[in-house]
């Protein structure tokens, strides 16, 4: 079986630009997860989507990020506009409804924002 | 709320020393608590989970962990490490089954493995 997919690997993004990362869930999980991961902050939840429905958005991430999940096997973050700050992995995660919480990872998208 | 601390951000060892990774966790209940493991350049994998039962639970690889109420704790452990467990981990937290959304991490652990 396919893990996640994350693509791309690396994305170069001037301030201000709007990037979209993407990602392809293992086929048949229901749930898909949203991470960033910096060394300081570690993991932060951006977004959760259960069977396509948000269910967290993560809070302080409102305002700049968007993620969307269009049908049950692909999904997107938008990041608008972007910032240094920005700079980080982005992870995405699925896993089935029921397995109790074993997360699927892909290997992440690494943003760098100059 | 429910949180993690992993007290030491990173650990060296010698290949085939014991090895012992320390996470504490704040959580009014019984948690359900995971260990997971990130590989350079990879994502986040399972290395083992603990549901209320059996204290000492074992996961892939010769790792395995003990939970203890009393000390609000879930450390990880191997025998003999090998330069292979090179690698992040993971201590994380949630709430019960069904709930994946509201599983914690704690900031990880680097474990340096020299010959």
């Known amino acids: 079986d396919a893990g996640v997919t994350q693509t791309p690997r690396h994305e170069v993004a001037e301030k201000g630009q709007t990037i979209i990362l993407k990602c392809e869930p293992v086929?048949?999980?229901?749930?898909l997860f949203w991470y960033r991961q910096t060394k300081i902050q570690g993991l932060e939840l951006l977004s959760y989507?259960?069977?396509?429905?948000?269910?967290?958005d993560g809070g302080a991430f409102k305002d700049r990020f968007k993620a969307e999940m269009l049908n049950s096997s692909f999904s997107t973050l938008k990041i608008q506009p972007t910032e240094p700050k920005d700079s980080a992995v982005y992870l995405c995660a699925s896993s089935h409804w029921g397995s109790a919480e074993t997360l699927y990872f892909g290997s992440g998208t690494r943003l760098t924002v100059l | 709320a429910q949180s993690v601390t992993q007290p030491d951000a990173r650990v060296t060892v010698s290949e085939g020393a014991s090895l012992q990774l320390r996470c504490k966790y704040s959580?009014?209940?019984?948690?359900?608590l995971f260990w997971y493991v990130q590989y350079p350049r990879q994502g986040l994998q399972l290395l083992l989970k603990y549901y209320p039962g059996d204290p000492v639970v074992q996961g892939v690889n010769g790792f395995e962990a003990e939970f203890s109420k009393s000390n609000s704790s879930f450390h990880l452990r191997k025998a003999s490490v090998h330069w292979s467990d090179w690698a992040v981990y993971f201590c994380?937290?949630?709430?019960?089954?069904?709930?994946?959304?509201?599983?914690?991490f704690g900031r990880g652990t680097r474990l340096q493995v020299y010959a």
């Open positions: 994380a937290v949630s709430p019960g089954t069904q709930v994946v959304g509201q599983l914690t």
């Open positions: 989507f259960r069977s396509k429905s948000l269910m967290e």
């Open positions: 959580y009014f209940g019984t948690p359900y």
């Open positions: 086929s048949g999980h229901n749930d």
